[in-house]
């Protein structure tokens, strides 16, 4: 098959698909596996923390992906080859850049632990908080009867960013920034500045507020001129996509008063996407209903000027949450003999009609023992994981899915 849809050409076309592991996620075994299943759906872009040993999961799961991409397109799914690997820094503090905390020993004995039930990471138990499992989301805070939990928050060091885009061979940096922060970008800018050419893509992440359309393109004539291809990332309510259809419309919100804005680059949507997003985005008229037949741009292409469409979306909690009950099962069954059922989605066109989110069935799985955190040794998960995660992936990249079925049933 001819790779019509690299990464670069997926911004262009409007087909992009950005996996958001998360900026404080640090649980190594999900995040393999997290990579493995949205890497093998066609995901055109993963999104990791700054942290080497991260980045060595992600990429260790990037090369399992590669080696089963024949069997991946076989069976319909869009693998499409090696997505870019990103890694996110912040000139600030950010709700994507902090860990809770709590001890447990100030809890009362009753207390029914209403900050287990409301996290989303399974980071909470009766030893407190799990920090790699914790990604910020702030959900435990507001809900603890004695107000006892609290958050560290963390900003990106210079020092860090140059073993990170040098020596673990990333392909992409994201900024998180907030409207007013020139000075703390313009320093953490330039600590970067000598490494762009070894980068595919720099993307910048800002939610809304007063003067944000003035401030991205300070931010704009600050980088300018750019070797690589730029996102503006529009952050519409941070890791809160797995709550309701409601936070989808906060993120299309955001995306429009980007895009009206006319800044060169593509325009990307985050915080607050789901199952949601792509349909309102299709109802809107936002996405590009035109394929470009021009060459492949190559991926040092700088930034081309405003398009008129929304370039890609990008999934964060949603994404983690839907193959959470997988790879749970999976962890549960190192010290379980008989693990509990995985839950199984079927293919999109066996879902009742109407229905816009995955149906979980009775499992066929046998109840033997697994052995391993690594998805690809349980061959059954990790095709029922990569069918979810095929929900989200195919929505935005609906011609590839129908030129793999058309090619795998010749």
Known sequence: MIELYY?????????????????????LPAIRNLVLAYALAGADCVDVAADPAVVSSAKAALAVAAGMAKEARQR??????????????????????????FSPNDCPEDCLRPCERVCPAQAIDRSGVIS???????????????????????????????????????????????????????????????WLNSLKLIAISCPDGDGLV?????????????????????DGRPMSGDIGIGTTRAAIKLGQKVLAAGLPGYVQLAGGTNQHTVPKLKSLGLLNKISFENNLPSPTESCPPSLPFIAGVAYGSYARTLLMPILSSLEASQIETAPPPLPVQPSIPQSPPGKTT?????PTLPQS?????????????????????????????PSIRKQLLLESSQ
């Open 132 to 194: 790699d499992r914790c990604y910020g989301c702030g959900r435990c805070l507001p809900v603890c009867p004695i107000q006892q939990i609290k958050t560290r928050s963390y900003v990106s060091t210079p020092a860090a960013i140059a073993p990170l885009v040098l020596e673990a061979g990333v392909d992409a940096i994201e900024i998180h920034t907030q409207v007013g922060r020139l000075e703390d970008f313009r320093r953490l800018w330039e600590a970067i500045a000598p």
């Open 7 to 27: 990464p670069l050409r997926s911004l262009r076309e409007g087909h992009w698909f950005k996996l958001i592991c998360g900026a404080s996620f640090q649980h």
């Open 76 to 101: 319909g799914f869009g693998y499409q080859g090696t997505p870019w690997l990103m890694v996110s820094f912040n000139d600030g503090e950010d709700p994507h850049f902090r860990k809770a905390e």
């Open 358 to 362: 995955p149906m979980y069935l009775t």
């Open 369 to 397: 023992k697994f052995s391993s955190f690594c998805l690809e040794d349980v061959p059954e998960a990790l095709w029922r994981a990569v069918e979810l995660a095929d929900f989200l992936v195919a929505q935005l990249k």
């Open 214 to 234: 003035a401030y991205l393109w300070s931010l704009y004539e600050l980088m300018a001129p750019l070797p690589c291809a730029l996102i503006w990332q529009t």
